[in-house]
């Protein structure tokens, strides 16, 4: 437990204030359901950049990554390197064509893009994704639960079930009123807060320079500072070493990362909008790996026992600073929590909205409907998010990493191929979707030789080649799909 203090809890409580300010203030801007899902597609480059990052990033940021460089020491670089460069290859590739398809289609969320890009009048496509969205965000959003959990647990003393509930209604609330401008905007400010404590926090608590890191380390455990060794001195193998850079094909089916792009203000301001992602992703994740590496030795001095790798950034926090300094650091934790949960609480809700009670149960539903709905939507998956973050012996970074899979396999071969390849065709798409989705759910049940490789690998594989073999099996696509195919390419221009 942390020293409590006045400080801290001040801090803590302007830190909300301000993001429930932000939150009013996108209410009285949000009129209709384009608005509260997508903010009018107004965003520019950098809440566009840093909304992305800091919404994919989240409570894992501050507590997973660094607890795994704690144990681990620099093979967490695969892990990394991984990331950074799906962050990169996912902006470069996919964020002009899809922004520019989503408003060809005139489509506000992922399944209703890739339902209206195929012409899939059956609606199989928008209602089949609307369910796998619902399943993995249900472990994201708890992820992040889980995170606000052990925050307020370790600041304040409570005990976890009050601590995680209350971090729930710190998210709800402003995501509740606010929809899409509300996230997007309260994640500038997060991902602004975020980057800088993780710089700030390993510096300030380092003994001495670089070189004597290193030397310490050394002196604990030499394989800490090899990238071919795990901790235990044992070789890495290739599956351990692909299981961790295939985390960066994750990004291309994330929803919540895709939203950004669909809601840029236009093609050009997506390639500034690439250079502040990349920088603020390559800056803060190696933040996050010193914060895990300067905390080991700051333990292994004898300074402090740890049980819980994740909580290393609280404890560094907590041993270096002022507790006025420390409330500011330490409400970087919240805002990677918030920035998170919000931005998956709202697609989860659109998705509910826009993708399932429109399609199935409403379909002549007004805006205002839509809307009405997506709050409820936001209240009742926080609740069975809540459900599932109540264990506190919930890993941040085990829950990050079954859902990562579940979204990359799932959408992110479809949406790829359909940004690229005018042949693939609606049978196509869905075969992917729950090829990829079913695998990432069957293959996380086996472990052992083979089946140690992570999930995201065969899934986003086998996802691929359904792709491939039931649009090759199924017919040519419809005349009006290759007309709307056509109008897209020249679309990529003419939206700049």
């Not at 009405?372 to 990493?401: E, K």
Request: charged share 10%.
């Amino acid at each position: 437990m942390l020293e409590h203090s006045f400080a801290i809890s001040a801090t803590f409580i302007a830190y909300l204030i301000m993001m429930l300010a932000i939150g009013v203030v996108a209410y009285k801007r949000t009129v209709n359901s384009s608005d509260y899902f997508l903010g009018g597609r107004s965003l520019g480059p950098w809440p566009a950049a840093l909304s992305a990052g800091a919404s994919d990033m989240s409570g894992w940021l501050l507590l997973g990554l660094p607890g795994y460089a704690y144990a681990a020491g620099i093979e967490s670089f695969w892990l990394a390197g991984g990331l950074l460069l799906g962050t990169w290859a996912n902006w470069l590739l996919c964020a002009k064509r899809l922004r520019t398809y989503s408003i060809t289609t005139d489509s506000l969320t992922i399944p209703e893009y890739l339902s209206r890009r195929f012409k899939d009048n059956s609606k199989l496509i928008q209602t089949i994704s609307a369910f796998f969205i619902l399943l993995f965000f249900l472990f994201y959003t708890s992820s992040g639960l889980v995170a606000g959990g052990k925050l307020f647990e370790t600041v304040f003393g409570l005990n976890y079930t009050t601590a995680v509930i209350l971090g729930t209604v710190c998210v709800v609330s402003y995501t509740l009123f606010g929809g899409f401008l509300a996230v997007s905007w309260t994640d500038l400010v997060q991902g602004l807060l975020m980057s800088a404590a993780l710089l700030i926090v390993p510096i300030a608590a380092m003994n001495g320079g670089f070189g004597q890191l290193s030397a310490d380390l050394s002196a604990i455990n030499p394989e800490l500072l090899t990238l071919w060794n795990d901790a235990k001195g044992e070789p890495l193998t290739a599956i351990a070493i692909i299981s961790l850079a295939a985390w960066g094909l994750g990004y291309f089916g994330q929803p919540h990362i895709l939203a950004r792009f669909k809601a840029t203000r236009s093609n050009k301001d997506l390639t500034t909008a690439r250079r502040i992602a990349v920088t603020w992703s390559a800056l803060s994740m190696a933040g996050a790996i010193l914060v895990g590496l300067v905390g080991l030795v700051y333990v292994n001095n004898g300074s402090v026992e740890l049980a819980d790798g994740e909580k290393i950034f609280m404890i560094l926090v907590n041993a270096v600073f002022h507790p006025v300094i420390a409330g500011i650091l330490l409400a970087a934790i919240l805002a990677a929590i918030m920035s998170t949960a919000d931005s998956q609480l709202l697609v989860s809700s659109s998705a509910l909205a826009e993708d399932f009670y429109k399609q199935v149960i409403k379909q002549d539903a007004s805006s205002e409907d839509i809307v009405r709905m997506g709050r409820f939507a936001v209240i009742g998956i926080s609740i069975i998010a809540l459900l599932l973050a109540l264990s506190p012996d919930s890993s941040v970074l085990g829950l990050v990493s079954y859902a990562w899979a579940g979204f990359g396999a799932a959408f992110g071969p479809a949406i790829v191929l359909s940004l690229y390849w005018s042949r693939m065709t609606w049978q196509g798409a869905l075969a992917g979707i729950v090829v990829g989705g079913v695998t990432i759910v069957v293959w996380k049940q086996f472990s052992g030789g083979l089946f140690d490789v992570y999930e995201i690998v065969p899934g986003i594989i086998l996802s691929t080649i359904a792709i491939v073999a039931a649009s090759l099996a199924s017919p040519m696509p419809a005349q009006d799909v290759a007309e709307q195919h056509a109008e897209f390419e020249n679309n990529l221009t003419n939206l700049d």
